[in-house]
C-alpha cells in the first residue's frame, strides 16, 4: 500500500501493469544498494545495474510523454517538468529519474515499517489508540465525505505526530547513518579530525528515563528531541 500511495503521487498512475513492473525492478535495486559493488553476472549488484537501467526507460518514456503534452498531471513528476519553465538551466531526463528514485528509496521502507510499528503499539495501548481515533473524528467532522484531508487538517494532527515520534523514537527503524566531518570539530575535549567519517548509532540515544514505555504524550506538552533517519 505505501509503494502504491508513493507511487501515485510521483506519476499520478493507479493500479497497472505499469505499477507491477516498476515496484519488480525498484526492489530489485534497494536489495543491490547493500551488496559489494561488483558487477559480475549472477551477482546482486549485477541485478540491481540491470534494474536500474530497466528502471531508466520506464520512466523515460512517461517523461517524454509528459513532455509532449501540455496536459497537467499535478503529481511529482508535473512539477519537477514544469520547475525550469523560464530558466535557462533545463532539468533533465535522468535527474528527474534520479530523483524520483530518491524519494521512493528512502519513502518506502520506512514509512512501510513505520506504519507496521505504529499500528502494533496503538494495539497495545487502548487509551493512545483511542485518542488517536478521537483526533481524526474531530477533523472530520467539518468535511464531507468526499473530502480529502488537507494540509490545514495535517497540520492539526498533534497527537497523530505524537505516536509517529514515540514510534520512530522506541523502534529506530535506521540504525544509523554516515556523516563525513567538512571541519575539525570538538565534541567533549574530542577533536574529530576533518575528513573522517561518523557512524551516528540511533538505537543508542534515542532514550530517556522511560525509554521502553510507548508514551505519545510527552511529545505534546513540552520540546523534546530525538534523532530519525534524516537528521545528524
Given at each position: 500500500?505505501?509503494?502504491?500511495?508513493?507511487?501515485?503521487?510521483?506519476?499520478?498512475?493507479?493500479?497497472?501493469?505499469?505499477?507491477?513492473?516498476?515496484?519488480?525492478?525498484?526492489?530489485?535495486?534497494?536489495?543491490?544498494?547493500?551488496?559489494?559493488?561488483?558487477?559480475?553476472?549472477?551477482?546482486?549488484?549485477?541485478?540491481?545495474?540491470?534494474?536500474?537501467?530497466?528502471?531508466?526507460?520506464?520512466?523515460?518514456?512517461?517523461?517524454?510523454?509528459?513532455?509532449?503534452?501540455?496536459?497537467?498531471?499535478?503529481?511529482?513528476?508535473?512539477?519537477?517538468?514544469?520547475?525550469?519553465?523560464?530558466?535557462?538551466?533545463?532539468?533533465?531526463?535522468?535527474?528527474?529519474?534520479?530523483?524520483?528514485?530518491?524519494?521512493?528509496?528512502?519513502?518506502?521502507d520506512s514509512v512501510s515499517m513505520t506504519s507496521?510499528?505504529?499500528?502494533?503499539?496503538?494495539?497495545?495501548?487502548?487509551?493512545?489508540?483511542?485518542?488517536?481515533?478521537?483526533?481524526?473524528?474531530?477533523?472530520?467532522?467539518?468535511?464531507?465525505?468526499?473530502?480529502?484531508?488537507?494540509?490545514?487538517?495535517?497540520?492539526?494532527?498533534?497527537?497523530?505526530?505524537?505516536?509517529?515520534?514515540?514510534?520512530?523514537?522506541?523502534?529506530?527503524?535506521v540504525n544509523g547513518v554516515l556523516r563525513k566531518?567538512?571541519?575539525?570539530?570538538?565534541?567533549?575535549?574530542?577533536?574529530?579530525?576533518?575528513?573522517?567519517?561518523?557512524?551516528?548509532?540511533?538505537?543508542?540515544?534515542?532514550?530517556?528515563?522511560?525509554?521502553?514505555?510507548?508514551?505519545?504524550?510527552?511529545?505534546?506538552?513540552?520540546?523534546r528531541l530525538f534523532l530519525d533517519a534524516e537528521?545528524?
Open positions: 500500500m505505501a509503494f502504491l500511495l508513493m507511487l501515485k503521487q510521483i506519476a499520478n498512475t493507479e493500479t497497472s501493469p505499469f505499477d507491477e513492473a516498476i515496484k519488480i525492478e525498484l526492489f530489485q535495486l534497494f536489495i543491490g544498494v547493500y551488496s559489494l559493488p561488483i558487477e559480475l553476472p549472477g551477482t546482486k549488484y549485477y541485478h540491481a545495474v540491470k534494474a536500474r537501467k530497466k528502471i531508466t526507460r520506464m520512466f523515460t518514456e512517461i517523461i517524454e510523454e509528459r513532455r509532449s503534452s501540455p496536459s497537467l498531471h499535478q503529481d511529482m513528476l508535473d512539477h519537477l517538468l514544469r520547475s525550469d519553465e523560464g530558466s535557462k538551466a533545463k532539468i533533465t531526463n535522468n535527474e528527474v529519474i534520479d530523483l524520483a528514485i530518491a524519494v521512493m528509496y528512502a519513502g518506502y507496521m510499528l505504529a499500528v502494533k503499539y496503538l494495539h497495545d495501548h487502548p487509551k493512545a489508540l483511542e485518542a488517536l481515533r478521537n483526533e481524526h473524528l474531530e477533523i472530520r467532522k467539518g468535511k464531507l465525505p468526499e473530502d480529502a484531508v488537507n494540509w490545514s487538517d495535517y497540520k492539526s494532527m498533534n497527537f497523530t505526530r505524537a505516536v509517529i515520534f514515540e514510534t520512530l523514537r522506541i523502534s529506530s527503524l566531518t567538512t571541519q575539525d570539530i570538538e565534541m567533549r575535549g574530542f577533536v574529530i579530525p576533518k575528513g573522517w567519517k561518523i557512524f551516528l548509532y540511533f538505537a543508542e540515544i534515542n532514550d530517556d528515563p522511560e525509554s521502553s514505555s510507548f508514551n505519545p504524550w510527552k511529545w505534546m506538552y513540552q520540546l537528521n545528524g
